[in-house]
């Protein structure tokens, strides 16, 4: 007959109580780990995952409207710096000359009346404004024009033109913002006097 396979034997060392209660406290631990990580781990990072979706999904809505509303006011802002380069601005026909006494301290004519409408500069001239609206609304796109005409000949002494854009913005708790060509400064109704009414040395 064959020898028969020879026989293991598992020979453990005996363990003090100190070596004991470690070895259990590890394995302990061990398995409280192994149970957090199979158990809880799936759920959280489910939720975690779903929050991070959420989020950059509701970024991307931000970002796509507030590129919207900015591209629509850049939209009407190009076509009022197209509209202002063909007309915008300050013309003179003729100038009129006035005694200094028709001045005030800043050099500015003292008797624009700016709430007479027609009359706002008194019985020797008409004042006439006009505004065309190209768009209505939020945003509106529109056109003023300012005009003085010598009531005696009724000839067109001088007129300005300048084009706007209001409104448009990503809403907010902010001002609106606006555009307008030429400025205000350069073409508004104090440029356009300015221009036309000259003081005497």
């Given at each position: 007959?064959?020898?028969?396979?020879?026989?293991?034997?598992?020979?453990?060392?005996?363990?003090?109580?100190?070596?004991?209660?470690?070895?259990?406290?590890?394995?302990?631990?061990?398995?409280?780990?192994?149970?957090?990580?199979?158990?809880?781990?799936?759920?959280?990072?489910?939720?975690?995952?779903?929050?991070?979706?959420?989020?950059?999904?509701?970024?991307?809505?931000?970002?796509?409207?507030?590129a919207f509303?900015?591209?629509?006011?850049?939209?009407?802002?190009?076509?009022?710096?197209?509209?202002?380069?063909?007309?915008?601005?300050?013309?003179?026909?003729?100038?009129?000359?006035?005694?200094?006494?028709?001045?005030?301290?800043?050099?500015?004519?003292?008797?624009?009346?700016?709430?007479?409408?027609?009359?706002?500069?008194?019985?020797?001239?008409?004042?006439?404004?006009?505004?065309?609206?190209?768009?209505?609304?939020?945003?509106e796109m529109?056109?003023?024009?300012?005009?003085?005409?010598?009531?005696?000949?009724?000839?067109?002494?001088?007129?300005?033109?300048?084009?706007?854009?209001?409104?448009?913005?990503?809403?907010?708790?902010?001002?609106?913002?606006?555009?307008?060509?030429?400025?205000y400064d350069?073409?508004?109704?104090?440029?356009?006097?300015?221009?036309?009414?000259?003081?005497?040395?």
């Open positions: 007959m064959p020898n028969p396979l020879p026989t293991a034997y598992l020979v453990m060392e005996p363990m003090n109580a100190n070596e004991l209660a470690r070895s259990t406290s590890t394995y302990m631990r061990i398995s409280i780990d192994h149970s957090s990580r199979t158990f809880s781990s799936p759920g959280r990072m489910r939720g975690a995952g779903l929050s991070r979706t959420m989020g950059v999904s509701l970024l991307l809505v931000v970002v796509g409207l507030i509303f900015e591209g629509r006011k850049a939209y009407l802002d190009h076509q009022v710096r197209e509209l202002c380069a063909k007309d915008g601005g300050v013309k003179i026909f003729e100038t009129v000359t006035l005694s200094a006494e028709r001045f005030n301290q800043w050099g500015q004519i003292n008797f624009y009346r700016p709430t007479m409408g027609e009359s706002a500069l008194g019985p020797d001239y008409f004042f006439k404004q006009e505004i065309t609206y190209y768009r209505r609304g939020n945003p529109s056109r003023s024009t300012y005009e003085v005409i010598r009531r005696m000949d009724k000839k067109l002494l001088g007129k300005t033109v300048i084009y706007g854009r209001g409104g448009g913005d990503f809403p907010g708790p902010w001002h609106e913002s606006s555009f307008a060509c030429p400025s350069s073409a508004g109704i104090n440029a356009l006097l300015a221009s036309m009414f000259l003081k005497t040395n």
